[in-house]
């Protein structure tokens, strides 16, 4: 059962301006958010990962920088884990978005936003090629992996939409802050979300324990009552 670390990159001088980054190139981590990065490394330093993968834009990769392990693999590329297209909307405040007509589409009926401009993007086709490169990637490392992608924030939501069963239509209930952390468990015939949206606590739990022996029935079962929160 693959396990997957969705880390948003920390903080961007984008983020704090509140600007639309998108697709600009050039934004990067201010000191708050190489802060929040350094703290990250101190969260999971002692956890193995067999792979580290990230968005091909500088924010992200200086995230998985910043926070990289002594033993954390150098990060592969993946667009499949990029940020949206916005198109027209990249680099404008969201205090002037917020007035334009598309916004209530994206915040009330985001199955049906697709960005204006020539390179717009609709969130229904950032979803699938997200969810799409975490099931390529699942299969590449095999059931026992834990890995992190380095992300942006309505990627991991929708990628979270999918996993929890939700419509697209519901992601913007989900959150996702600067730098946090969202697990979840790909097994053959469930998942698992485990946590969504930390950004403290010690990550090392997640570190990958001997395969123990299926048992005939209800090894995938969630647990009646919540269980003890002991992973098996």
Known sequence: MPTVLLVRHGRTTANASGVLAGWTPGVML???GVAQAQALRERWSSLPLAAVVSSPLERCLQTATESRGPDHPEP???????ECRYGSWTGRTLASLAKDPMWKVVQQHPSAAEFP??????????QSRAVDAVRRWNGELGDDAVYAVFSHGDVIKAVLADALGLHLDQFQRIVVNPCSVSVVRYLPDRIFVDQ????????????PTKRKRRRKSGSTDAAVGGGSGERE
């Open 30 to 32: 201010d000191e708050h």
């Open 196 to 207: 969504v949206n930390t950004t403290s606590g010690d990550l090392s739990v997640l570190r």
């Open 76 to 82: 592969a590329i993946d667009d499949g884990f990029a």
């Open 117 to 126: 401009g020539d390179d717009g993007e609709s969130l229904r086709a950032v």
